[in-house]
């Protein structure tokens, strides 16, 4: 399954920019986590979690790691 990560916006909206990155599975806006975001904000591949300078969601974290195998390849 593909997941992407979806901005939330503060309560400024899109001009306020993102307050927080969820993680949604393809292209839904859901998030993991259950909350609806906006469908044409920003997204970020998958691997960009946690490299972000706003933070991203715990619950939507601890999902994520629940359906993506771990490589360890893939983290030197």
Same mark, same amino acid.
């Given at each position: 399954?593909?997941?992407?990560?979806?901005? $939330?916006?503060?309560?400024?909206? $899109?001009?306020?920019?993102?307050?927080?990155?969820?993680?949604?599975?393809?292209?839904?806006? $859901?998030?993991?986590?259950?909350?609806?975001?906006? @469908?044409?904000? @920003?997204?970020?591949?998958?691997?960009?979690?946690?490299?972000?300078? $706003?933070?991203?969601?715990?619950?939507?974290?601890?999902?994520?790691?629940?359906?993506?195998?771990?490589?360890?390849?893939?983290?030197?």
């Amino acid at each position: 399954m593909m997941h992407q990560m979806r901005a $939330e916006y503060g309560a400024d909206g $899109e001009a306020g920019g993102v307050r927080l990155w969820h993680m949604v599975r393809g292209g839904q806006s $859901e998030a993991m986590c259950g909350r609806e975001l906006d @469908p044409g904000a @920003p997204v970020r591949e998958a691997v960009d979690w946690g490299k972000t300078p $706003e933070l991203c969601c715990h619950t939507c974290g601890a999902y994520f790691l629940r359906e993506q195998p771990y490589l360890a390849a893939e983290h030197s």
